[in-house]
């Protein structure tokens, strides 16, 4: 157990960041945001609703990722399974991170077709007499 300590304070650290970053965003977002634009109010809480998910998100594979390390990696005996498990874990943990970040910071409307309404253009004659 002495071998989990370093990963264990990682982990820790990174946690209490976490907590730190999420109530820093909390409060200061709640002092910022106390006019009277209500629209402008609503889009910024918004935006910061998404970057809060967003770091939330983000932890949760580094936390599987400390985790793995933790408990996955000392049971194994061979130090090639070790370096493997090691790092397979390393880059599923960057891929799963990457496909966070593309979810959170990707426009939906380039993916969406939009359908234009077809307007046509006819030309007529009219046979009455003008004045």
Same mark, same amino acid.
């Given at each position: 157990y002495l071998v989990s300590i370093p990963n264990s304070f990682d982990l820790s650290v990174v946690m209490m960041l976490d907590v730190i970053t999420?109530?820093?965003?909390?409060f200061s977002h709640a002092k910022k945001f106390g006019y009277s634009n209500r629209f402008l109010h609503v889009h910024r809480s918004a935006l910061a609703l998404t970057v809060i998910l967003q770091a939330f998100s983000q932890s949760i594979p580094l936390l599987v990722t400390f985790a793995a390390f933790v408990f996955l990696t000392p049971r194994?005996?061979?130090d090639f399974d070790k370096f493997l498990s090691t790092?397979?874990?390393w880059h599923f943990n960057h891929l799963v991170d990457g496909l966070i970040i593309d979810i959170f910071n990707t426009r939906l409307e380039l993916f969406i077709k939009r *359908? *234009?309404?077809?307007?046509t253009v006819v030309p007529t004659t009219s046979f009455m007499p003008t004045s």
């Open positions: 999420l109530l820093y965003l909390h194994l005996e061979d790092t397979l874990i *359908q *234009q309404a077809v307007t």
